[in-house]
C-alpha cells in the first residue's frame, strides 16, 4: 500500500550555502503530488534529502510517520522509497531485462522477483518485445519507460520520479504521465517532480511550486491551476 511522506521545515545545502530553506510538503498516501519549479529552483536538492543523498541540515523527514532523515539511501530504500532519478541513468551495456533486474537487489525470493517482472511487463509490453536488447539502443522514450520500471522492480510503496518528461518528444511525454496514474492506481504513491507545468497538474492531485528554495504555491491541481504565481510563470495569465 502506498506510504506517506511529510516533509517538515527542511534546510538543505551544499558547502557553505542553503538552497532549501524552511520547506514543508506532505505526499498523501494513494496519491501523486507535483512538485514543480523552474530550472535551479531546487526540486532535485529536496528529493536528494528524501532519498538520503544530500543529509538536512535541519528539519524532519517522515514516511508514513516514522523519522528517515539522515539515513543512508539504502536503508530509505528498504523502507519502501523507490527512485527514478533526473536523466534516467539505465545501463547502456545491459539488457532491459537486466537493467530491470538491478530494481529488484533488496529482494532475494525469486518467485517474488518473477512476479515483479510479469507486472512491469504487463505495464510496458514494449519492454517486453525488447527484453534481449541493450539498453543503450532503446530510444529516448523507452529508456525513459526502462528507468520508470526498473524503479518498480523495487515495489516500492512511494515512488520519486525525477523530472521524467525531460527531453522527451511529445507523445512519450503523454504516454509517460498516462504510466505515472496508472501506478498510482495500483496503490503506490508518486511525488512527481516536473516542470512541465500543464501535463503535471493534469495528473496530480495536489502539489507545490518551489521557487529560490522555498514552498510559494500549494494546494490541490486546480487550485494550482488558478494560483497567480503560476498563472503568472506558466498560463501567460489568460488562463490557458
Ligand atoms: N551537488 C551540488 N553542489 C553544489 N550546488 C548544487 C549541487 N546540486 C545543485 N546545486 C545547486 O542547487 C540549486 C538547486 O539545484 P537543483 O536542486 O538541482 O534544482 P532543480 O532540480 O529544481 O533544477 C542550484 O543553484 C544548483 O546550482
Ligand atoms: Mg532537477
Known amino acids: 500500500m502506498g506510504l506517506s511522506l511529510e516533509v517538515k521545515k527542511l534546510r538543505v545545502g551544499y558547502d557553505r550555502a542553503d538552497v532549501l530553506t524552511d520547506v514543508s510538503i506532505v505526499a498523501r498516501a ?14 532535485s536538492t529536496l528529493v536528494r534529502a528524501v532519498l538520503g543523498l544530500t543529509p538536512p541540515r535541519e528539519g524532519e523527514i517522515l ?7 539522515g539515513l543512508p539511501t539504502h536503508r530509505i530504500a528498504a523502507r519502501g522509497v523507490g527512485a527514478i532519478p533526473e536523466g534516467r541513468r539505465v545501463f547502456p551495456k ?38 534481449s536488447q541493450l539498453a543503450g539502443t532503446l530510444s529516448g522514450g523507452e529508456q525513459a ?10 515495489s516500492p510503496g512511494l515512488l520519486v520520479i525525477d523530472e ?7 507523445r512519450f511525454v503523454k504516454e509517460n504521465f498516462q504510466v505515472i496514474r496508472r501506478i498510482q ?6 511525488l512527481l517532480v516536473e516542470q ?28 494550482l491551476k488558478q494560483h497567480p504565481a503560476l498563472v503568472a510563470a506558466y498560463f501567460g495569465g489568460d488562463g490557458h
Open 63 to 69: 514516511l508514513d510517520g516514522r523519522s528517515i532523515a
Open 164 to 170: 521524467p518528461s525531460l527531453g522527451l518528444s511529445p
Open 185 to 190: 492506481s495500483t496503490g503506490i504513491s508518486v
Open 94 to 131: 545491459l539488457t532491459v531485462k537486466e537493467n530491470l533486474r538491478t530494481g529488484a537487489y533488496l529482494e532475494r525470493d525469486g518467485t517474488v522477483i518473477a512476479r515483479r517482472f510479469d507486472e512491469v511487463y504487463a505495464i510496458f509490453p514494449r519492454l517486453l518485445e525488447r527484453s
Open 196 to 223: 512541465n507545468v500543464h501535463q503535471t497538474l493534469d495528473v496530480a492531485h495536489r502539489g507545490y511550486l518551489l521557487s529560490g528554495g522555498r514552498v510559494v504555491a500549494e494546494g490541490t491541481a486546480d487550485e
Open 145 to 154: 519507460m526502462l528507468s520508470i520500471g526498473r524503479g518498480l522492480m523495487g
Open 30 to 43: 494513494g496519491e501523486i503530488t507535483c512538485l514543480l519549479g523552474a530550472n535551479g529552483a531546487g526540486k
